[in-house]
C-alpha cells in the first residue's frame, strides 16, 4: 500500500540525460575519460609518476576497456597526499572542502570547484526525482550536516529539485519529530539505522507518522538490508529507497533506486564503474560480486581515477524495467574492511541484519561482538527483543536467530538479549561492529 503513495511518473527532472540510450552513454564516457584521464596526468603529479611507473600514458586510452590498463586510486593515496596533494585545480578555485572524520590517523580531505557543487546538486536532485520525491514537496534532511557531505549533499539537491528543505540535520530526535508533523513533510533523509530510531521515539511519543504526510524515505551512508527496509516502510508508513554515494567521488547522489526498487541506477554520464576482485584487481563480468572501482568523468577538483570503495556489490546490465539504460548497482552487501571471517565463512554485519529481521520477535536493535578464542573468532549477537515480547518468550527468541543465522549465513553465533532501548541508537551511521579481538 505505501508503494502506491508515491507519485509516479511521468515527471523527470532531467529526462535527457536520465533516458540516454546505451551509445550513448559509452560514447559520452569515452570523450569524458580521455579529457578526465589526459587533465589529471597534466595536474596531479601523484597520478603521472603512478602511470609513467606502470608504462601507461593517457594516449593509450583508445577504448572504453583501455582504462584497465591505468592504476588504481585508494584511500591511502588522498591520506598520503593530505589535504589538498590530489586537486587538479589550485587551492584557491576550489569552492567547499569536506572531509571524513576517519577512525584512525588523518581525515581524507575532498574539494569542489563552483561548477562540481553545480553538478552535485543536479545529479542529487535527479536521484530524487528518480526516487519519487517532487517539487514543492517539503523534504526533512536529517543527515548531518558539517564536513560529512550528507547533509549540504542532500540540501543542495533537494533545492535544486525545487522543493522546501528543512535543513534538521542528526540528533535532537524529539524536536526532528515535531518539525516532521509540523511542516508536513513528504521525504525524510536519513541514515536507515537514524530512521529507525525516529520511528521508535515517534512511536513511544505517541506520534503515528503513519498518518502523517510522509510517503518517501531516501536512506543511505550505511548497508541496510531487505529487512530493515520491510522495518522502515512499515513503521513510517512510506516508500524506503536506498541512496548510494561517498565522499571521495562526490558525496550522496552517486546512485539511487529507481520505482523498480531493485539495484541502484549509477549515473554513468558522470561515473563509470567497474567490479574487480578485491584479492587480484581483476575486472569481474557483469553479475559477479566484488569491490566497486569508481572513475568520475565530471570532476574538475578532485578527480578520481579507478578509486577503491572497498564496497562489495555486483553490476546489472540487464534491462530495468523503468527504461533507464544506466546500469545498476545491486544493494551494497558491506565493506571489505566490515567482513568478518567465521570459521572460514565470510560474513558481512548485512547478513546477520537480514537473518534477525526474518525472526518474529526481533527487534531492528542489535550489534554484532567479535572476540577471539583459542585461533578462532566468535561473534555475539546483543540483541533487544521487541518490547511486545514477553519475558518468558526470551529463550525461545535466542534459538530461532541461532537457528536463522545458520541456516541463512552458513555460521553459528551466540546471541545475547538486551532490555529493550539498552543498545546505543544512533543519529548518523550506525556502529554495528564492535571488535574485542586482540590488536596482533
Ligand atoms: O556516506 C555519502 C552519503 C550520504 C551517501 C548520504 C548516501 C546518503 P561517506 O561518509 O564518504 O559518504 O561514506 C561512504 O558509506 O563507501 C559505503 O561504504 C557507505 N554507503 C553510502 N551509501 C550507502 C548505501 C556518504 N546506500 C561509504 N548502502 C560508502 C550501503 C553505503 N552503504
Known amino acids: 500500500m505505501s508503494q502506491a503513495r508515491v507519485r509516479s511518473a511521468p515527471w523527470h527532472f532531467d529526462p535527457a540525460a536520465e533516458f540516454l540510450s546505451a551509445d550513448a552513454i559509452a560514447a559520452l564516457q569515452l570523450d569524458r575519460l580521455r579529457a578526465t584521464i589526459a587533465r589529471t596526468y597534466a595536474a596531479v603529479p601523484r597520478f603521472r609518476s603512478r602511470c609513467d611507473a606502470a608504462g601507461v600514458h593517457p594516449s593509450d586510452l583508445r577504448r572504453l576497456d583501455d582504462l584497465t590498463r591505468f592504476p588504481f586510486t585508494t584511500k591511502a593515496d588522498l591520506r598520503e597526499a593530505y589535504p589538498f596533494g590530489l586537486f587538479a585545480v589550485p587551492r584557491a578555485e576550489v569552492s567547499r572542502l569536506h572531509a571524513s572524520s576517519g577512525t584512525t590517523g588523518r581525515p581524507t580531505v575532498v574539494g569542489y570547484t563552483a561548477a562540481d557543487l553545480d553538478r552535485w546538486a543536479g545529479l542529487m536532485a535527479r536521484c530524487f526525482a528518480v526516487a519519487g520525491a517532487r517539487p514543492g514537496d517539503v523534504i526533512h534532511n536529517a543527515y548531518g550536516y558539517g564536513l560529512f557531505t550528507g547533509g549540504l549533499g542532500a540540501h543542495d539537491g533537494a533545492e535544486r529539485l525545487g522543493a522546501t ?55 543511505g551512508a550505511e548497508p541496510w538490508s531487505e ?4 522495518a522502515l516502510q512499515t513503521r513510517l508508513g512510506i516508500t524506503a529507497r536506498d541512496v548510494y554515494g561517498l565522499s571521495e567521488i562526490m558525496g550522496p547522489g552517486v546512485a539511487v533506486e529507481c520505482e523498480a526498487g531493485s539495484g541502484l541506477h549509477g549515473w554513468e554520464d558522470h561515473f563509470l ?73 565470510n560474513v558481512y554485519p548485512t547478513q546477520i541484519e537480514a537473518a534477525l529481521t526474518d525472526v518474529p520477535g526481533a527487534s531492528p536493535h542489535y550489534r554484532l561482538v567479535l572476540r577471539r578464542a583459542g585461533a578462532m ?42 532490555a529493550p532501548g539498552s543498545l546505543p541508537r544512533s543519529a548518523g551511521k550506525a556502529v554495528r561492529l564492535c571488535d574485542l579481538r586482540p590488536k596482533d
Open 377 to 418: 573468532d566468535t561473534l555475539t549477537i546483543e540483541l533487544e527483543p521487541d518490547p511486545a515480547l514477553a519475558g518468558p518468550a526470551w529463550p525461545t527468541l535466542s534459538a530461532a536467530v541461532i537457528h536463522q543465522v545458520k541456516s541463512l549465513v552458513g555460521v553459528t553465533v551466540a546471541v545475547t538479549l538486551q
Open 227 to 230: 529487512g530493515m527496509r520491510a
Open 165 to 219: 528543505v528543512v535543513p534538521a540535520s542528526g540528533g535532537g530526535t524529539e524536536r526532528q519529530i515535531v518539525l516532521l508533523r509540523d511542516f508536513g513533510a513528504d521525504v525524510l533523509c536519513a541514515t536507515p539505522s537514524y530512521a529507525l530510531n525516529i520511528a521508535e521515539v515517534a512511536e513511544r511519543q505517541g506520534v503515528d507518522l503513519r498518518a502523517s504526510r510522509l510517503r518517501l524515505g531516501m536512506f
Open 273 to 345: 564503474f567497474e567490479v574487480i576482485d578485491p584479492a587480484t584487481g581483476a575486472v569481474l563480468e557483469p553479475g559477479r560480486t566484488g569491490e566497486l572501482v569508481i572513475t568520475t568523468l565530471t570532476k574538475d577538483a578532485l578527480p578520481m581515477i579507478r578509486y577503491r570503495t572497498r564496497d562489495i556489490t555486483r553490476l546489472d546490465r540487464t534491462p530495468c524495467p523503468c527504461g533507464r539504460n544506466h546500469v545498476r548497482i545491486m544493494r551494497i552487501t558491506g565493506r571489505d574492511d566490515d567482513m568478518m571471517i567465521l570459521r572460514g565463512v
